[in-house]
């Protein structure tokens, strides 16, 4: 169980310790920056240390294209304030993004090649792209979630490293439970840090943060950047809890939508011609009902959910059919196996909603809100076999060098027998006796 304890440190101080900590415990250091209010407040802190060490830090800004105009040049002046102490990495890279509001483009792929005439925005000048030397590991189309952990053990190159990223607990339960968990591995026993991968550890200097002392930093620290699009969010009527950034069309995300048009009208034109479904997500996400809202669902008369359910995935593109038929075959043999051996038109409304019984409605209501990894059904989106491929690419280059090296060894082997026969020993008594002979 987890307790909060509150003590007399104030949390701009806590942050600034941990944040020196850091320092102290690893060589190498990197900032996550997405341009988000706690973000930005993060980095400032972290840069604040940097300046005062003397260190360089890493940056890694992944930048998933659609976005808004005002973030972007936000992440601009940041990048300009610290550029001299900053080790930047502005990842424009061809990255699959899920699409929540459309069946005919259900994933779409950002800075995507030969379709520059449609992008968003035009690519930044200090972009990191598929072709800049050094990213050869990277794989066109690779998941936002693998790529930040790919990522990381590319940069670490086997040490250990530091990773600032500027979530806080109060945000969500998952970012809760990111901080709280007892099983989870730690460094030197600090709670608030997780290891990602190898010896690289996320670490998180704001997680008892709220969202006043984020205001209340910016407050006193004028001199400080902020991204101005909060303030047209605060305009517009959004409420500080629900001001959020990220990538418009998740599935999580794409309740935001509807917020384009009317703080950055130019922007919102631009996603309507980018990606399928953008203007008819933003108008039916915020609804209740049938398509991609929330809520209450319901058939047509004369129909069965099974019968609504075959007759809506007869209305979508091949591909997309055959995606949530192979999952929904998985799904009922799966409660097969489990007694079930005809799959109850619907069942009690608190077992389907507690994932404890199956039904047609449960396959229904996965359609009609586009839930493409059909979450609704207790499903998970898999894994891609990317990070697999940037394993095989990182054995090839140690194998490689392990050639190199033995070969050099062998060339700087002396000409005396003597000598020869003791440097080869080495490589084993095979080589020894060949030579000898």
Known sequence: MSLKHYTNTSVLTAARERIAWTFDEFEKVYISFSGGKDSTVMMHLVMDEAIKRGRTVGCLIVDLEAQYQATSDHVQRMVDMYREHLDLHWCCLPMGLSNGVSNFEPRWIAWEEGREDIWVREMPADATTINTPGYDWYQPGMEFEEFVVVWADWYAQGDPVGCFVGIRADESLNRFRTIALWDKDMRDGKRWTTRVIGDVYNVYPLYDWRTADIWRYHNVSPDKPSNPIYDLMHKAGVPLSQQRLCQPFGHDQRKGLWLYHILEPHTWFKLIARVNGANSGAFYIQERGNINGYGAVTKPEGHTWESFTRLLLGTMPDQTREHYEERFRSFIKGWNGRGYDVIPDEAPKVLEDK???????????????????????????????????????????????????????????SADPVTSTVALF????????????
Do not use: T
């Open 355 to 413: 994932h404890w019984a199956p039904s047609w409605r449960r396959m229904a209501k996965v359609l009609l809100r586009n839930d493409w990894w059909c979450k609704g059904l207790g499903m998970q989106q898999p894994k891609s076999d990317a990070y697999g491929r940037y394993l095989d690419i990182k054995r090839a280059r140690k194998a490689h060098a392990a050639d190199e090296i033995e070969a050099a060894r062998f060339a700087s082997l």
């Open 426 to 437: 080495d490589f084993g008594f095979d080589e020894v006796a060949e030579a000898g002979a």
